[in-house]
């Protein structure tokens, strides 16, 4: 099964762009790109919405999940329930001529570009976070070590 950093590699790949490019572009350190593609780390979702919001043309499902084209498409049959509770507002994007598009949402393919079409929004699925309260933590004693090797422990007044 194939992996979110698989899917990153690709996505880098078909940018024609090196590890170290494409970190950059994105806003992460090479050492964190290359810990995911070293499977050291995972992909957090701030990885995510780096490439996304760098890539809008993107498609997020494709990414997180692999379902789907790595670009988003025009759908030619409207889901029914989405078209009646959808009070977004058409978007319209450009069809690049059957070409991928390069970040910027130009046709790589050297064709022409084709009449706008028209979108309809995505439902965007938001994560819900939850913060836990902590009790707040006290200090019981600080040490402090000398190069002479000893130390010498503080104890807070209560």
Do not use: C
Not at 120 to 132: C, L, S
Request: glycine share 6%; charged share 25%; aromatic share 8%.
């Amino acid at each position: 099964m194939e992996e979110m950093k698989d899917r990153i590699r690709q996505i880098m790949e078909s940018q024609h762009m090196s590890q170290q490019t494409f970190a950059n572009f994105i806003g992460m350190s090479a050492a964190s790109l290359s810990s995911i593609f070293n499977n050291r780390t995972k992909p957090t979702l701030n990885t995510v919405e780096a490439i996304k919001s760098k890539m809008p043309s993107l498609s997020t499902d494709w990414l997180m999940f692999g379902r789907g084209s790595m670009f988003i498409e025009e759908s030619p049959v409207k889901d029914q329930a989405q078209s009646e509770s959808s009070d977004m507002p058409n978007e319209q994007i450009g069809d690049f001529g059957g070409g991928v598009p390069d970040l910027f949402g130009n046709n790589v393919s050297g064709q022409p570009a084709q009449q706008p079409m028209h979108r309809h929004a995505e439902n965007v699925i938001r994560p819900e976070i939850k913060y836990v309260e902590r009790p707040q933590r006290q200090i019981t004693e600080i040490r402090v070590y000398f190069d002479d090797l000893t130390y010498e422990s503080f104890v807070p007044k209560k």
